[in-house]
């Protein structure tokens, strides 16, 4: 038989078949690298008796394809990426957790008591961090209205704590 490089030369049309079939989208590279190295293995272990070259030669790129596929997805499944951002957070939530003899069950309480426009604006502000002028954009309101209701929402919020601390 030829030399691999003759092979696959021939059958590079075939590794980008596979790749479009597979639906790559993304390390696009790396697939065409693992095809490559399918259709390697298959040149190596090619027995001629067995049948003809290039159905083995793609199936066994076509398996190696959706192995590789497999093995991202239960990767990426189980290793969640954080922004750092996120990961300070999460960080200062736990310590201030720990630190603090602060009754969540009480945030809990406050925030079972307001209106939903209310508790979406302090979701959107605090938790999601949508600027202010996005949010303006967003709610379809000047950006003073967007801070006057935020003065308005966080002086009730101050004196719900102060109800329940006295």
Request: glycine share 2%; net charge neutral.
């Amino acid at each position: 038989m030829e030399t691999f490089d003759e092979v696959f030369e021939q059958y590079a049309p075939m590794i980008s078949y596979v790749l479009k079939k597979t639906n790559v989208y993304k390390n696009h590279d790396y697939y065409r690298q693992c095809a490559a190295i399918a259709l390697w293995k298959a040149w190596e272990n090619y027995d001629e008796t067995r049948g003809d070259f290039a159905p083995y030669a793609y199936r066994t790129m076509l398996t190696t394809i959706y192995t590789e596929m497999r093995k991202d997805n239960q990767y990426n499944a189980r290793n969640i990426m954080y922004e750092k951002d996120e990961l300070v957070n999460i960080a200062q939530y736990y310590e201030m957790k720990d630190r603090s003899n602060v009754d969540f069950g009480q945030l809990e309480n406050i925030l079972s008591q307001l209106k939903r426009e209310e508790y979406d604006l302090l979701m959107n502000l605090y938790v999601y961090q949508y600027p202010y002028k996005e949010l303006a954009k967003i709610e379809n309101i000047p950006l003073s209205t967007l801070k006057k209701r935020r003065d308005r929402l966080m002086k009730k919020i101050r004196e719900m704590i102060g109800h329940q601390i006295s």
